[in-house]
């Protein structure tokens, strides 16, 4: 079945910090790949996406590419801010309907000023 | 504005009692999702409904149960089947296509405490 992995969290960083989530995932075919952000006690945004290979989905300053070679989706971002702080979650999605959305785990962002 | 309003936010329920959290959504979207979200964890997939009156169960579904007679009304009862309840349950809405790039839109959340 499909898998997404995520590096485990809590990550922490300073203010103007360049951040790097790391996300893998195991899929058949083709699938399509999301970042989303949740912010404490609200529901899931999407930030960012991409649906096929070496395409960079980007949004905010985030940044992240679509590597079919090394099975990942990287979430970056050059300079966060203290409102970053969110949990990110990578997703894959291989041909709509409930069973092909898979979720990772989520990481904790905390940013510190 | 579009989007996905779940209510209420917040809920208590006492041991035995079924309670219903509520699932709107105006984007006319075709197909319609409950997730459960324990502190710390992932999204696990209650239920989901690919068109008006047909759902199926997800990962999760004993102590829960969904109707859907409306296609922008999805329902979730948690049921006192449902041995912890005490959850974050989000429901979420995509619009059904042949290809995979659908985004999956999320409703705020409804935080459920069993008392």
């Known amino acids: 079945g499909n898998s997404v992995t995520q590096m485990e969290g809590p990550v922490t960083l300073s203010e103007e910090a360049f951040l790097t989530i790391n996300c893998t995932y195991t899929?058949?075919?083709?699938?399509?790949l999301f970042w989303y952000v949740q912010y404490p006690g609200e529901g899931l945004q999407l930030l960012l996406k991409?649906?096929?290979?070496?395409d960079k989905g980007s949004n905010k300053g985030f940044e992240a590419t679509y590597r079919k070679e090394t099975t990942s989706f990287h979430l970056e971002k050059g300079s966060v801010q203290v409102s970053d702080s969110a949990v990110y979650f990578c997703?894959?999605?291989?041909?709509?309907?409930?069973?092909?959305?898979?979720f990772g785990k989520g990481t904790h962002l905390i940013i510190q000023p | 504005d579009g989007g996905i309003t779940q209510s209420p936010k917040y809920l208590f329920r006492k041991e035995g009692q079924n309670v219903t959290l509520s699932c709107e959504q105006n984007?006319?979207?075709?197909?319609m999702y409950w997730y459960r979200q324990d502190p710390g964890q992932g999204l696990r997939l209650i239920y989901y409904?690919?068109?008006?009156?047909?759902?199926q169960k997800g990962d999760i579904a004993e102590g829960y149960s969904v109707s859907r007679e409306k296609k922008e009304s999805f329902p979730l009862t948690v049921t006192s089947a449902q041995k912890n309840p005490t959850a974050f349950y989000l429901c979420?809405?995509?619009?059904?296509?042949?290809?995979?790039?659908?985004?999956?839109?999320f409703g705020e959340g409804s935080w459920l405490t069993v008392v």
């Open positions: 979420a809405s995509t619009e059904e296509g042949w290809w995979s790039g659908n985004t999956i839109y």
């Open positions: 899929a058949t075919g083709y699938p399509s």
């Open positions: 991409a649906t096929k290979a070496d």
């Open positions: 997703a894959l999605s291989d041909g709509g309907g409930a069973d092909g959305l898979t």
């Open positions: 984007l006319n979207h075709d197909a």
């Open positions: 409904s690919q068109i008006v009156n047909d759902f």
